[in-house]
């Protein structure tokens, strides 16, 4: 059973920087696309970045792009996230989530085509 764990969260000061991390345990994560998603308080949960399995396809939520960075090491079995000049717009919850349903080639933002999600992890960026 694969189970993912996001660490990471935290307080951080308006231009800052964080890097996220998903680990996986259970199950290898080479054959399997991973997102972040986030979700802030009375709003819907959005994707804002996703990786395919091989690594080589990425997207980002157009808000993010250029100041977040998806990266994946699969001999730690973790995905990544960094995530530099922060905003408070970027406070959230952001979860990881996985899966094998997609060609490994090929990555996805769409939540319904993910089994697999973590718990999430709090960033709130605030001075």
């Known amino acids: 059973q694969l189970q993912l764990v996001e660490s990471g969260g935290g307080l951080v000061q308006p231009g800052g920087s964080r890097r996220l991390s998903c680990a996986a345990s259970g199950v290898t994560l080479d054959y399997y696309a991973i997102g972040w998603f986030r979700q802030a308080p009375g709003k819907e949960r959005e994707g804002v970045s996703c990786?395919?399995?091989?690594?080589?396809?990425?997207n980002y939520l157009d808000s993010v792009k250029g100041r977040f960075t998806i990266s994946r090491d699969h001999a730690k079995n973790t995905v990544y996230l960094q995530m530099n000049s922060l905003n408070p717009e970027d406070t959230a919850v952001y979860y990881c989530?996985?899966?094998?349903?997609?060609?490994?080639?090929?990555?996805?933002?769409?939540?319904?085509?993910?089994?697999?999600w973590g718990r999430g992890t709090q960033v709130t960026v605030s001075s």
């Open positions: 989530a996985a899966t094998s349903r997609i060609p490994v080639t090929r990555s996805s933002c769409l939540p319904r085509v993910y089994d697999y």
């Open positions: 990786i395919s399995g091989s690594g080589g396809s990425t």
